[in-house]
């Protein structure tokens, strides 16, 4: 609603009669509210320019986790693509070793096959990190082994692992498989 400079003049005088209203101070009490109109729109601009940011930046930022959570799927998915890939040639030697079988029955070749086929499977395992935990001869140790049953022995000291029945497995530093071991403990004597 656009007043005159006559109802503006009015209007100071009815809402305050102890400043006296001439015309330089309703040309300035305008142009302050020109003024405050001015600002007040230059910052709703910018209220508007911030919001607009704000939402490109959160759509940016949906896009950044759709993205990364489909790359960390996929890192799930094919982890094991490299050991894969190691294994895919002992699976040929085992296939052609099965042929020669079938087509032979050497048993003298099907060995030295086996052989082949086992160590070359063998230096795939350590390649990714995995040994054999050395357990025979040695104290028991809860973290490494798991005894499966105790010996009377007076040959060698108690708790000393006197058979390996099935060998753990260390990945990386890391035991992944304990080995099951027969433990010896001391003879008992009979009366």
């Known amino acids: 609603m656009i007043r005159s400079k006559k109802d503006k003049k009015e209007t100071l005088k009815n809402e305050s009669t102890e400043i006296p ?3 330089e101070t309703a040309v300035s009490i305008e142009n302050e ?9 230059e910052l709703e601009k910018a209220a508007e320019n911030y919001k607009d940011q704000v939402l490109r930046k959160a759509a940016e ?7 990364t959570e489909a790359e960390i799927t996929n890192v799930y998915r094919y982890a094991n693509e490299g050991l894969i890939a190691e294994l895919l040639p002992v699976l040929d030697d085992f296939e052609r070793i099965k ?7 050497d048993t003298e070749s099907l060995k030295k096959g086996i052989e082949l086929v086992y160590d070359k499977f063998k230096k795939v395992l350590d390649k990714q990190g995995l040994k054999e935990i050395d357990a025979l001869g040695k104290k028991f140790d809860v973290n ?5 049953m105790q010996a ?10 006197t058979n390996v029945v099935e060998n753990g497995y260390w990945l990386k530093d890391k035991v992944l498989r304990h080995s099951k071991v ?3 403990a001391k003879a008992v004597e009979e009366k």
């Open 21 to 23: 209203v001439n015309d």
């Open 33 to 41: 509210q020109i003024a405050g109109e001015k600002r007040i729109a």
């Open 61 to 67: 930022f949906e896009n950044y986790k759709r993205r």
């Open 99 to 105: 042929k020669s079988w079938d087509e032979t029955h």
């Open 144 to 148: 490494l082994h798991e005894a499966i």
């Open 152 to 161: 009377s022995t007076d040959e060698v000291e108690p708790d000393t692992i």
């Open 182 to 184: 027969v433990v010896s």
